[in-house]
């Protein structure tokens, strides 16, 4: 399984565009990279995944360079509300017999 | 998205005691179903995986005659702590697999405590 590595923590203010990349080195072919986003005493919350280059949604982009070993999670304009622990992981389809391993993720705190 | 609930959400015991935790994905037939738990200012450790009709995979370290998972359909998962200890108490929270698309979507969690 590949390993994760991620920024423990980052500060932000409203309204500015956030950048958490997570590294991992050993990604193998099969890997999807999936973000999550979990609040206090909650489930995590899917936000975005992707295989390679860009994806994007209505919350958030995904980048992924070439070569896959690392992916960089975007957010525009975070607001208040956006301040929680985003987890990136990387695994195999889960329906094909990959398990969703956490790393320590990122705890990103929103300032007025 | 699917909807996955977790039944109770909160729940205090007496030490020794038994609880019973249940997953249902309301939406969706789950064909796989992922138990993890999670500890204050900690990430989640995946405890096992399970799928339906099917003994539950359990991570290294994880006592599977204590925290017994049963998958007996599409829909439900249960986990059951038997002879629960104050050193059980956390967040359990359990993931339930769209076996279409592979997609992964988390219940609500449950908090135990174990007076």
């Known amino acids: 399984l590949a390993k994760t590595t991620q920024p423990i923590s980052m500060d932000s203010y409203e309204g500015q565009e956030v950048n958490i990349t997570c590294s991992h080195n050993?990604?193998?072919?099969?890997?999807?990279i999936t973000w999550y986003q979990q609040f206090p005493s909650q489930g995590p919350r899917f936000i975005i995944q992707?295989?390679?280059t860009k994806v994007t949604n209505e919350v958030a982009s995904l980048f992924i360079p070439a070569d896959r070993k690392s992916s960089t999670l975007s957010l525009p304009r975070v607001s208040l509300s956006d301040t929680a622990v985003y987890y990136c992981?990387?695994?195999?389809?889960?329906?094909?017999?990959?398990?969703?391993?956490f790393g320590q993720g990122t705890e990103l705190s929103v300032k007025p | 998205g699917a909807v996955v609930s977790q039944h109770p959400s909160r729940v205090i015991c007496k030490s020794g005691t038994s609880v019973k935790i249940e997953c249902r994905s309301l939406d969706f037939q789950a064909t796989t179903m992922f138990w993890y738990r999670q500890f204050p200012k900690q990430s989640l450790m995946l405890m096992a995986t399970?799928?339906?009709?099917?003994?539950?995979?359990?991570e290294q370290g994880v006592e599977k005659d204590k925290f017994l998972i049963n998958h007996a359909s599409l829909t439900l998962s249960t986990l059951t702590v038997t002879s629960a200890h104050p050193e059980d108490s956390s967040f359990y929270i359990c993931?339930?697999?769209?076996?279409?698309?592979?997609?992964?979507?988390f219940g609500e969690g449950s908090r135990l405590t174990v007076l």
């Open positions: 992981l990387v695994g195999d389809r889960y329906n094909q017999g990959g398990k969703l391993i």
């Open positions: 992707g295989y390679k």
């Open positions: 993931g339930g697999v769209f076996g279409n698309t592979g997609e992964l979507f």
């Open positions: 399970s799928n339906e009709g099917s003994k539950a995979t359990y």
């Open positions: 050993n990604i193998a072919t099969n890997d999807y």
